[in-house]
C-alpha cells in the first residue's frame, strides 16, 4: 500500500541538516532586501536560474551590516567557486543579539531545501512533477549531491519526469479559487473518473514507464490548456 507524507512531520530533520550546512559553510545569510537583489537583477543574462550579485557571500559575522527586519533569507552555495547562482533554502529569525542568537530560531525551510532533503532520504527513483519546476531540478542536485558528499556516500539522483502544466484557456495559472476544475466539479459536470484520467493519458507521446536512473525528461508540450485537454 502507497504512504502518504506530510512533509511537515520533517521538520527536524529539514533544520539538522540545515544547521550542518551552516556549519559546513555552504549555507549563508543574505541581507540584501527584496528591491537590492531587483536591481542586482536588471542587467543580469536571462539564464534558466535566476543570477544573484554574491554581495553578501563570504561576510563574517563580525562584517554582518545592521539588519532591521524580522525574518533573513539563508543561500546555499550552489557552485563554491560562481556566486551567481546561489538561491535562498530558508529562512530564519533576524540575527539581533549575536550572542544569543542561532540559525535554529524561526527556522522555515524553503521548497527547494525541504524538497531536496526529503527525496534524498526516500532513495526515490522517480519524481514526477509539472514544467514549471523544471529549473528546480538543477538546485535540488545540488543540495543532494552535498548530503550525499557529507555522508559520504554516493549520488544517486532520482530521474524526474515533468508533465505539461495545466492553465486557464487564456495561459493564466489555476488557482484555489478557479471554479469549475476540481474533481468533484468535474464529475458533478458528468465526467466520470475513467474519463479524467483517459483526458490526461491522451497528451502523451512517449512510453512515460521508461525512464533512465537520473534522467530529466517530460512531455512533448510544456503547457496545456483547460480546453485542449477537453475540460
Not at 551590516?65 to 563554491?80: C, E, I
Not at 495545466?166 to 464529475?187: C, Q, W, Y
Request: with cysteine; charged share 25%.
Amino acid at each position: 500500500p502507497s504512504e502518504i507524507l506530510i512533509q511537515s512531520h520533517f521538520h527536524e530533520r529539514h533544520l539538522e541538516s540545515f544547521e550542518r550546512a551552516v556549519r559546513d559553510e555552504m549555507v549563508y545569510p543574505c541581507f540584501c532586501s527584496r528591491k537590492e537583489v531587483v536591481e542586482g537583477l536588471a542587467s543580469a543574462p536571462h539564464g534558466p536560474m535566476t543570477v544573484y550579485t554574491g554581495r553578501c557571500r563570504g561576510l563574517r559575522a563580525d562584517e554582518w551590516p545592521a539588519y532591521d527586519r524580522p525574518t533573513l533569507a539563508w543561500r546555499f552555495k550552489l557552485n563554491p567557486s560562481d556566486p551567481t547562482q546561489d538561491f535562498v533554502v530558508a529562512r530564519t529569525a533576524a540575527p539581533g543579539a549575536l550572542a544569543s542568537w542561532s540559525p535554529r530560531e524561526g527556522f522555515a525551510p524553503a521548497y527547494q531545501w525541504a524538497c531536496a532533503v526529503d527525496d534524498y532520504d526516500g532513495r526515490y527513483t522517480l519524481l514526477v512533477r509539472a514544467f514549471d519546476l523544471l529549473d528546480s531540478a538543477a538546485q535540488q542536485r545540488g543540495i543532494q549531491s552535498w548530503l550525499a558528499s557529507n555522508a559520504n556516500a554516493p549520488v544517486r539522483h532520482p530521474a524526474v519526469f515533468h508533465t505539461a502544466l495545466i492553465v486557464n484557456d487564456d495561459s493564466s495559472r489555476l488557482e484555489k479559487r478557479t471554479k469549475g476544475v476540481t474533481l468533484a466539479e468535474l464529475i458533478a459536470r458528468g465526467l466520470t473518473e475513467k474519463t479524467i484520467i483517459e483526458k490526461f493519458e491522451s497528451t502523451f507521446h512517449i512510453d512515460r514507464y521508461q525512464f533512465a536512473p537520473g534522467a530529466i525528461f517530460g512531455e512533448d508540450r510544456r503547457q496545456m490548456t483547460l480546453s485542449e485537454l477537453g475540460f
